[in-house]
């Protein structure tokens, strides 16, 4: 059988009968076809496969420690026997944490448990190669998932559509991004496809039952992929109803008795995954659909912090996603799409019977569902992926359209060079942008600049690029990096990480800003205090500048840092705030108040005692109304234990009395027999009456008001 043989196998929607005995019902395929599918099976499995698998250790996505502590827990859980503790998410997830465990193995999964805690899991021993081996079942599964879309495709389309359709498809930059991350995106992407095309198949193309077995199959492993697979119990029916109106059978009693035991079977499957796959859903169903249900509409249906057109939004609307759409498809396929609108023109040759419908129930399908993912407020620009196969499809189907008005059968003889032609083109934007294929974006649309401006990006590109420029520093481990994304940089970073909201500028070496979080005006506090600096290293991928890092600025030379005690050890920076005030802009707080104070100090010469650092709050009448004595510590202990260059680091609690007053603090250092070491050398600048006597130095003050 030929590739143009293929195509023009006609064959009416299931309740037709009437039609299907107007056309011979196609012949088995020739074993000349099962070769070529079977050849063509491999080839874009392989092509599939190697940019995925080259990715493994690609860089980190922000999410994906989340999922890999849920898939330690689930993994326990399934162990012990616990069906409440596979509900991990309510997204739900299920499939992510299958995915990660098969890929990890149980023995890995389970020596993440007891690192499950904010902060803690990217510090696990392992951590980093433990999840490049979870990405392992990702980038099969995505493979996989190709294949099946192609073979569904042949089946409606024909040879030569699903061959480009599938080399589209096996490197489109958006989804083979997604392909290499363990997270939810990509599973949903897979199996709602995959159920779509194969109830496609059996409703309008005359499919066998196992096409409907298929997609009811594919139909529960979506619902265990991620929450807006509920799109499917809604599109399927509307499919087979469809069918049944174009057969005009809507008044046959036994076309809808076919009808019903088609969706009892087609739910019954979906069902019988869940029930199988998921242990909490098999011991509670009904409560576990309930938290699902909660689960989405807390949080698909809240704001969150997005980013549209230049400024940040909650809710940037429909137009995000229209404007998403283009910047995230290829010029081959936008191509594609542009084709296949010129070849269903009534002119030239016309498309095969039966396309049309299919191409527009394919077409209805990617409208339906931007405007599902439209209503919700939170919006990214992953929650649109799983209608990138089927534009692949319509994009495949399209460029065929236009080979076929080449005369003769030239168009069977030129496909294996458009074959190659469209696989270079489409593969190109992900291999100049490896490993950053999640960094591209259409170039026809002013690419990463115009994206930058426009919606949100980045979800951990470049982070890797500036940890290893940290890690390169002299002594990482004894540094504190400050910064948005801090678990991507917590797996990554030899030194201890601060989230923005724990920033403390006595602690922190150096800030670290993510693109994002300047798209967005998050992390405050850090873009106030690098503003107008010059970032130390920019990381610049695709025109997109995702990652700037800044040491932390010097102080003022008239602040009290530089003091030295007893040319041995030297106060370097403070770091102010009250509970109440995170971050203190001014020197007013609430009487009552509690001041917690990090002092850092940088040892010049070795210590044969450990020191004490003193603070002390100081009335306008020269009271001491509050004290605070904690020893300086350094990574290996007291100062007797640390050597010259490092770092020691404490923290005070200093509660404000309930009397409105001003307030100074001072600070000092106390040798074990409780005596004072002399200051031996005082900031330039420092003014007078900061220096408070030989032994003490007032690093700051506070008006309680």
Known sequence: MSLTTVE?????????????????????????????????????FAMSLYPRAINLDGYLT????????????????????NPAGTYQSGHPGVMTMWSSLIGMGPERALALVQYVRPDGLEKAPGYLDTLHSARRTFAVLTSVAVVLVTLLTWRLFGAGPALLAGVLLAVEPFFLAHSVVAHVDSNITTWLTVSILAALVYFWAGG?????????????????????????????PLLALGSLAAARQLTDRRAWTRLVIDGLLWGGLALAVAVVLW???????????????????????????????????????????????????????????????????PFGRRAPSGWPIRLGILAVFCVLFLLMMS??????????????????????????????????????????????????????????????????YNPLFGGGPAAQKAIVVGWGEGLDVAMEYLNARPNPERLTVAGFYP???NAQFRGAVLSDKQFDYAMADYIVLYVNARQRDLADRLRLLTRGKRAELVVT??????????????????????????????????????????????????PGDTLELTLRWGIRQPLAEDLT?????????????????????????????????????????????????????????????????????????????????????????????
């Open 62 to 81: 922000t999410d994906e420690g989340n999922w890999m502590g849920r898939t330690g827990l689930f993994t326990q859980a399934l162990i012990d026997g």
């Open 279 to 345: 242990p909490s859903f098999r011991a509670d169903p009904i409560g576990t659909l309930r938290q699902m249900i909660d689960y989405t509409e807390t949080v698909g249906g809240s704001d969150h912090e997005n980013y549209f057109m230049g400024a940040p939004v909650s809710d940037p609307g429909l137009l995000y996603y229209i404007v998403t759409l283009g910047l995230r498809l290829t010029p081959m396929t936008m191509l594609g799409l542009g084709l296949l609108v010129v070849g269903l023109l």
């Open 487 to 489: 678990r991507v940089m």
């Open 541 to 590: 991928i695709n025109g997109i500048e995702y990652v700037r890092v800044y040491a932390t600025p010097p102080p003022s030379r008239r602040e009290a840092a530089g003091t030295t005690f007893g040319d041995a050890v030297t106060l370097e920076r403070s770091f102010l705030k009250s509970d109440e005030r995170q971050y203190m802009k001014s020197d007013d707080v609430n």
């Open 613 to 705: 650092a003193v603070t002390q709050l100081i009335s306008q009448d020269g009271r001491v109304v509050a004290a605070s004595a904690v020893p300086v510590t350094g990574s290996h202990g007291g100062t007797s234990l640390m050597l010259p260059g490092e770092v020691g680091i404490e923290s005070h609690r200093l509660p404000l009395p309930a009397t409105i007053d001003r307030y100074r603090i001072a600070v000092g250092l106390r040798r074990p027999d409780n005596t004072w070491v002399a200051i031996s050398g005082w900031p330039p600048k420092l003014a007078a009456d900061e220096r408070l006597s030989d032994t003490l130095v007032v690093i700051d003050s506070v008006s309680a008001q």
């Open 375 to 440: 209503t919700a407020p939170k919006k990214f620009d992953r929650y649109l992926l799983p209608i990138f196969p089927t534009l692949e499809i319509m994009a495949g189907v399209g460029l065929w359209l236009m080979l076929r008005r080449l005369p003769g059968t030239l168009a069977t003889r030129a496909l294996p060079l458009a074959l190659v032609v469209v696989g270079v083109a489409q593969a190109a934007p992900a291999a100049l942008l490896h490993p950053y294929y999640l960094a591209y």
């Open 208 to 236: 066998g039952r196992g096409y409907l077995v298929a997609s009811g199959l594919a139909a529960g492993l979506a619902f265990l992929s991620k929450a807006p697979s509920a799109f499917l119990p809604l599109f399927v």
């Open 8 to 44: 023009r196998l006609a064959v009416a929607p299931r309740a037709v009968p009437e039609e299907r005995a107007e056309r011979p019902v196609p012949a088995r395929a020739t074993s000349r076809t099962r070769v070529l599918m079977l050849v063509s099976s491999i080839v874009l």
